[in-house]
C-alpha cells in the first residue's frame, strides 16, 4: 500500500464527517439530552466517539484479514483489492462532490444488520454513566454508510490485519472533528465542514490521489 494510504484515510474520514453531519449529526447532538442532568458532556462524547472509532478499527482487522485470506489464496488477488479500493476511492470522491450518489445503494446492504442493532442502541438509552456512550458508539459504528463501506475497501485491500484496523483508526479520527463539534453545539465548525468548497476541495484531493494509485498500480502491474 502506498506510504500516504493513512493521510488518505483520514481525508477519507474528514470527508466522511461532513456526510456523517446530515446523517448522524442529528444523533450526536440528540444523545446529549439522555446524559443525566448536571453532569460534564465531555467525558460522554468523547467515550460515545471512542466507540465509534472502535468498530471503526475492529472492522477494519477484520476485513484486512479476510483480504489477507483471499490474497493468499489467489495468485491476482492483491491487484483485484487494489483495484476495488481505487473504484471505490472514485465513487468516493464523487459522492462528496455531489456529482453521483452511488455509494447509497450500498448502504441498503448493511440495512438488515442495522435493524438488528438498533434495539440494542434503544436499552443503553438513558446513559448512566461515560461506560453506557461508549457502548452506544460501538453499536452507532455499525450504522449502514456508504462512506464507510468504501473505507473498508481499503482495510481489504491491505491484506493484513493490523494495517487494515490502523486504516480505519485513521478513518475513525478524520470523523471527529465533525462529529464532535456537532455533539458540542459549535456550530461555527459545521458551515465549514458542509460548504461546497471545502467538499469539493477534499473530493478533489481524493480525486488525485486516485489517479496517483492508478499510475502507480499500472507501474506495478509493468514490472
Not at 489467489?74 to 455509494?103: E, M, N, P, R, W
Not at 456537532?182 to 456550530?187: K, T, V, W
Request: proline share 4%; hydrophobic share 55%; with cysteine.
Amino acid at each position: 500500500m502506498s506510504e500516504y494510504i493513512y493521510l488518505s484515510a483520514f481525508l477519507i474520514g474528514l470527508a466522511g464527517g461532513v456526510h456523517c453531519i446530515g446523517m448522524c449529526g442529528g444523533i450526536a447532538g440528540a444523545f446529549t439530552f439522555a446524559i443525566p442532568k448536571n453532569k460534564s458532556h465531555t467525558p460522554y462524547i468523547a467515550c460515545y466517539n471512542a466507540g465509534r472509532v472502535f468498530s471503526y478499527t475492529i472492522a477494519g482487522a477484520v476485513t484486512g484479514w479476510l483480504g489477507s485470506l483471499f490474497t493468499s489464496s489467489v495468485v491476482t488477488g492483491l491487484l483485484i483489492l487494489q483495484s476495488l479500493s481505487i473504484v471505490f476511492l472514485l465513487l468516493l470522491a464523487l459522492y462528496i462532490s455531489d456529482l453521483y450518489k452511488g455509494l447509497i445503494h450500498f448502504e441498503k446492504a448493511g440495512a438488515r444488520l442495522w435493524r438488528r442493532l438498533a434495539p440494542v442502541a434503544k436499552k443503553l438509552i438513558p446513559f448512566k454513566s461515560p461506560a453506557h456512550t461508549f457502548l452506544y458508539g460501538m453499536v452507532w459504528g455499525w450504522l449502514p454508510c456508504g462512506l464507510v463501506y468504501s473505507a473498508l475497501t481499503w482495510s481489504l485491500a491491505s491484506g493484513s490485519f493490523l494495517q487494515g484496523g490502523l486504516f480505519m483508526l485513521c478513518f475513525g479520527i478524520g470523523t471527529l472533528p465533525a462529529l464532535v463539534a456537532s455533539s458540542m453545539g459549535a456550530s461555527f465548525l459545521i458551515p465549514i465542514l458542509q460548504h461546497k468548497a471545502t467538499r469539493l476541495g477534499i473530493a478533489g484531493i481524493l480525486f488525485l490521489f486516485a489517479l496517483y494509485l492508478i499510475v502507480d498500480l499500472f507501474k506495478g502491474v509493468a514490472l
